[in-house]
C-alpha cells in the first residue's frame, strides 16, 4: 500500500478541479496501482470515473452506496455537483447503467436511469446475503468501480454526515455486503 498523497485543488479556480482530479489518478492507476480515495466531496467520483474508464475501458460498471441516488439531472458542462455526477457519468457513457446497483438509498429522483436500486428498506427486508447476489447478478464479470458515501449509513452510524437519512444500513450490514463482493472485479 503506498499514500500517493493529497490532491492539491486550487480553492480559487474550481474549474480546474476535474481536470487536477483526473491528473492525480491516472498517475497513480498508470503506476500500475488500485485506487482507494477516501474523503472529499463525492463529486470526486466523476473525475476518478473519468480515469478509471481510460484505464479499464468504458463504461464501467458502477456500485454505489448512499442515502441519495446523485443522478439529479445537471446539463451544466462545468457544474461541481454533489448530486449530478452519476447523471453526468452516465450520460457520458462513463458508468453502464445495465450493469450498475445503488444500495442503501432513501431519497431518489423520479428518473433513475436504468440503474438498479437496492434500496435501504429492500437490504433490511432481504438481508445481507441477499443483497450480495444481487449485487454479483447486477454487475457479472465486468470492472466495477466502487463507492460509499458515509450517508449510506444510519445516521445512528454516521452522525457526523452533513445529510443525514434515517434507516439507513447498519455499519455491520455494510461491511458484511462489501466483505461479499470478493467475486466482483473492483477496479476502483
Known amino acids: 500500500m503506498i499514500d500517493y498523497g493529497d490532491c492539491w485543488l486550487d480553492v480559487h479556480n474550481p474549474s480546474t478541479v476535474k481536470e487536477t482530479i483526473v491528473t492525480h489518478a491516472r498517475t497513480i492507476l498508470d503506476a500500475g496501482a488500485r485506487m482507494l480515495t477516501l474523503g472529499g466531496d463525492h463529486y470526486i467520483s466523476y473525475p476518478l470515473l473519468v480515469a478509471h474508464a481510460?484505464?479499464?475501458?468504458?463504461?464501467?460498471?458502477?456500485?454505489?452506496?448512499?442515502?441519495?441516488?446523485?443522478?439529479?439531472?445537471?446539463?451544466?458542462?462545468?457544474?461541481?455537483?454533489?448530486?449530478?455526477?452519476?447523471?453526468?457519468?452516465?450520460?457520458?457513457?462513463?458508468i453502464d447503467p445495465a450493469h450498475s446497483v445503488q444500495v442503501g438509498i432513501r431519497t431518489w429522483n423520479d428518473d433513475f436511469m436504468g440503474v438498479s436500486v437496492l434500496d435501504a428498506a429492500w437490504v433490511h427486508e432481504h438481508g445481507v446475503n441477499a443483497t450480495i447476489a444481487r449485487i454479483v447478478e447486477i454487475v457479472g464479470a465486468r470492472p466495477a468501480y466502487f463507492t460509499f458515501d458515509v450517508d449510506g449509513l444510519d445516521p445512528a452510524f454516521a452522525p457526523g454526515t452533513v445529510t443525514p437519512v434515517p434507516g439507513g444500513l447498519s455499519s455491520a450490514q455494510a461491511l458484511s455486503i462489501i466483505r461479499g463482493l470478493t467475486s466482483v472485479d473492483l477496479v476502483g
Open 54 to 94: 481510460e484505464k479499464y475501458g468504458r463504461p464501467l460498471s458502477l456500485i454505489h452506496f448512499d442515502a441519495h441516488c446523485d443522478t439529479w439531472p445537471d446539463d451544466q458542462p462545468d457544474s461541481l455537483n454533489h448530486g449530478s455526477m452519476f447523471y453526468k457519468a452516465i450520460k457520458d457513457g462513463l
